[in-house]
Structures are given as structure tokens and as C-alpha cells.
């Protein structure tokens, strides 16, 4: 199964994800933030006891999340020890420090494609951005982060099992060690830093400092270039959206970024959760070791939260309440910092491209990934459209 949409229906229902994997996805609101508050569900396999469809041998698509050691493969005790960590960088004043130097990084990117008449929204904005996003958040020097990039692109886009997949983690692998070798000569503080000097103070085991680093990759760099194509796309279908963008003060444009994140969750679905013991969720009886997931998009679509859901509304009561960052103990932990890049990132460049339009087909444009669901390319016009007849 894909992405998990379509609410109604049962609230907890059995699916197939990628590779086989057997689960039961939450897929109204409230259900989704009773799973993801559960305490008799683990993020960490390890406390179930027993082998669980496969695991920890068999390796599934997007597993990066169940199996490495890190804060969303970690639970309890050991997940707010390595939280601790790396918070002090992603609170709400540290993201909106990064912010303002990304902002710079920003407007450069896009000074560079003035004058062109055609862009691709992926190739020439998101990913250099995600590169320099990824860049201030972990130390990576400018030389590396186009590297960086297509390594944590490729490492989180392979099925297991294939040697394309085995040398897109041996890239990915070396670019971690990369950052570690950066942190160690970093003279300035970063998240990277926090979690090299964590290791060294026996807080955080090698596989540990490994796995948090590999997080924070991926998540930055998955999750901008995720959501800046598809809000783009969103903002090119809807003249009031992309109006709302180029010409609206700050309240209004980051309302309707609130909206843009509800439709387009950087992830689909959470990372797997487990069930510690025997136990009824949602009035479903579930076994020991069950695998549960929340669909992310399927509860943002909830009509009894969110009327007419399909609709970007920026007047909304609540635009943050969504779950497009989580719920709970391990609601995102840059979740203020993406809502900045996002921001920012639409509001620049539909400011310099107020008549951006799609340059392609709808039809031809071609998607990857189940969990982190991307656009590969996002063909945009920057031109007036001509007028017509």
C-alpha cells in the first residue's frame, strides 16, 4: 500500500506497506494522537521480547527509522537521554536564529535563477536549500553539501536487498563519518557538535552518535525537499494560494503555510511503533509485537477536525493543531525550524515569481517513496502566463 489516505471508515485498519511489511494504521486524528501517547507501544523493536514479522534481520523499505539507533527507533528513558542532546538547537529562538541566516541563503538561490524563464522547483531551488539548511543545522562545509544531499536522497529512496541499495548506504555511511570528521573541527556549535561531544562523554555509544547524525540528515533534507516541491505545486494549482503568498502580510502567509504542511506532512506516515504486550487499540484487539503506524495525511484530512479538508483555508480556529510534525514524545524535534525554511522558502520565491506556473503536464510528473512521498522534477514557467482568447 502506498499512502494511507481516505479517512472514514474504521479508525485503525489493517494494511501492507512497502516490502510486505503487515500493520494496522491510525488514520483518524484522534486515534492517531492516542497511538502516538501510548505507552504500551515502543518505538524501539528491542523491547518486545521477540522477533517481530522479520525483524531485526529482514530489512523493509524506509526501515532506516526501526532499525538505526536513534531518537524515533528509541523509547522512554533512552529516547529523552538522547533528546536532551540535540534539543537545545531546535528550540523556538534557536530555529528562528537559523532561519534568518537560511533566509540569506535563500534569496541568493533564487537571485540566481532571475532572468530564466523555466526552472525546476526541485533541481534549482529545494535541494540546494536543503543543502544549505542541512549545512547550517550540522556544520557540513559548502564543498560537501551537494554530497550530503544526493547521498541521504538516495539512501532513503532504495529498496533493501538490491546492491543499489547497499552502495547507497555505504555513500550515506561516509557522508555521517564526513560530519563527524567536520564537528571535530567546527569552532562553532552546532547539533553535530552537541552529539560528537555526547560520544566522547560516554552519553551516546558510536552506533548511537551514528544514528542521530543520520536522523538529522535525512530528516532535514528529506523533509524540505518534500514539502517545498509539493507546496509549490499546491500554491501553482491554486491562484488564491499562490496570491495569498506573493501579496499578504506575514500572519496571513504563515496561516496558509500551516495549511500548505497539513496537505503535504514532510513523512506520510510515522515511523513503526510496536506493541509491548496483548492489547485493545481503537477497540482492535492486537498481539504482541504488532506493528502500528499512524498515517499522518489520512488524520489531516479528518472532516470532523478540519471541514472541507481538502481546501488550503488559512482562516482556520486552529491552523497548527495538524500532525504533520507528530504528536506526543516524539512530536519533531525541528519542527519550529521547518515551519521557518517552508515559509520562508514559498514566500521568497513566489515574491520573486508571482506567476510561477506549471511548465509540464500534471500527468507526467512522476513520484517516489511511500513514507516520504517526493517529486522528482517540478518543470515551473516564471513568465506571465500570454493571455488568451
Partial sequence: MG????????????????????????????????????????NDVSEVGRPVQGFPVRRYPEDFFAHAPQLLSASGDRHRRMRRIAAPFFTAAAAAETATGLRCEAAQILRSLAGRDRVDIVADFALPLAGAAVGEVLGIPPGLRPAAVTAALAASATAPGT???????????????????????????TAATAVLHANRAGELTNAEMAGMLGMLLIG????????????????????????????????????????ILRLNPPFQHTGWRFTREPCRVAG????????????LLSANLDPTVWPDPLRP??????????????????????????????????????????????????????????????VNRLPADTRPSAPTG
Avoid: K, N
Fill in 313 to 374: 483555508d488559512p482562516h482556520r480556529r486552529s491552523p497548527g493543531s495538524h500532525l504533520s510534525f507528530g504528536h506526543g514524545p516524539h512530536y519533531c524535534l525541528g519542527a519550529a525550524l521547518g515551519r521557518h525554511l517552508v515559509h520562508d522558502a514559498l514566500v521568497g520565491l513566489f515574491g520573486r515569481f508571482p506567476h510561477l506556473s506549471l511548465a509540464a503536464p500534471e500527468g507526467e510528473l512522476t513520484w517516489h517513496g511511500a513514507c516520504l512521498r517526493r
Fill in 220 to 259: 532535514t533534507i528529506d523533509s524540505l525537499t518534500t514539502v517545498i516541491p509539493a507546496g509549490t505545486l499546491l500554491a501553482m494549482r491554486r491562484p488564491d494560494v499562490r496570491h495569498g503568498l506573493s501579496h499578504s502580510a506575514e500572519q496571513h502567509t504563515r496561516a496558509l503555510t500551516e495549511e
Fill in 284 to 295: 482492535i484487539s492486537l498481539p504482541q509485537g504488532a506493528v502500528v503506524v499512524t498515517s
Fill in 3 to 42: 499512502r494511507l489516505t481516505g479517512p472514514g471508515g474504521p479508525a485503525l485498519r489493517p494494511v501492507t506497506l512497502a516490502g510486505g511489511l503487515r500493520a494496522w494504521a491510525a488514520t483518524d486524528a484522534a486515534v492517531s494522537r492516542a497511538v502516538l501517547t501510548d505507552p504500551r507501544l515502543t
Fill in 163 to 189: 546492491e543499489t541499495a547497499r552502495s547507497a548506504h555505504r555513500a550515506f555511511s561516509r557522508t555521517v563519518l564526513q560530519v563527524i570528521s567536520a564537528a571535530r573541527h567546527s569552532p562553532t556549535p
